[in-house]
């Protein structure tokens, strides 16, 4: 790595991307995409560049491009490790992410869990295509399912969930949140009451530091014991080590 790679590494905000981020930040916490283009850039950088049907490669070659090209707001290769880590402790069959973007942390789910289906929600139809195309080359498409919408969307995305992925009590392994943090624990307390957990789920939650889940934090910590217990893993946001995150996995213990 050159000087200037790890310059920009540890102090992202000396990256122009990452102030043309700041500079859309509007577009971002409304659309879940900077405004520039990147994620489209990004979707093309993949398909040129990476090994197709290569998922590794993929997952490699997205981390590149976040480094070296545009900074990404996806799980990084960081917390991406912590997010394998879990999975692997899963060991699931049934994955539910909330929060596609350009579908790396959803690559990396399937990596570490060969044997299971991800079905991952995301808002941003553009988002959903754009990881589409991402899945499509890395050779993954029939095992992973994106449905366009949110759990808070009035019904259509559970109906949907319920009734054409024949989501049931019990039915579901393992469930990453990085979507709107404010949605955390609402989307969270609508999969406890459609009791699509089975005891020993985990449930992984990014940014809980940075922005921050705060409600959502407090009330896995008033749960610890009772409905889950969790754990707390301390890290840096995506792509720098300058701003510190929280990473926290929480075992569901059953009703």
Not at 143 to 151: A, D, F, K, Q, S
Not at 174 to 181: C, E, G, I, N, S
């Amino acid at each position: 790595m050159t000087l200037r790679d790890e310059v920009g590494k540890r102090l992202p905000f000396l990256r122009w991307s990452v102030v043309r981020m700041v500079l859309g930040n509007r577009t971002l916490t409304t659309k879940w995409q900077v405004g520039d283009g990147r994620e489209a850039a990004l979707a093309r950088y993949v398909v040129g560049n990476a090994r197709k049907g290569d998922l590794s490669d993929a997952i490699a070659t997205i981390d590149r491009f976040a480094y070296e090209k545009s900074f990404l707001i996806n799980v990084g290769d960081e917390k991406g490790a912590l997010l394998d880590a879990a999975v692997g402790r899963a060991k699931p069959k049934r994955c539910l992410e909330l929060g596609t973007y350009c579908g790396y942390s959803a690559l990396r789910t399937l990596r570490a869990a060969p044997d299971a289906h991800l079905f991952t929600v995301e808002f941003n139809a553009d988002n959903a295509a754009i990881a589409q195309s991402v899945f499509d080359h890395a050779g993954v498409t029939d095992r992973v399912t994106i449905l366009n919408g949110t759990l808070g969307d009035g019904g259509k995305t559970v109906d949907a969930l319920r009734e054409q992925h024949h989501f049931a009590a019990n039915s579901l392994d393992f469930v990453f949140l990085d979507h709107t943090k404010d949605a955390y624990l609402p989307d969270l307390m609508l999969i406890l009451r459609e009791g699509w957990l089975r005891a020993g789920a985990i449930v992984v939650a990014d940014n809980i530091l940075t922005p921050g889940a705060p409600d959502y934090r407090a009330w896995m910590k008033a749960q610890e014991g009772v409905r889950f217990r969790s754990q707390e893993h301390k890290t840096h946001a995506e792509y720098q080590t300058l701003l510190k995150d929280v990473v926290l996995e929480s075992v569901y213990l059953g009703a």
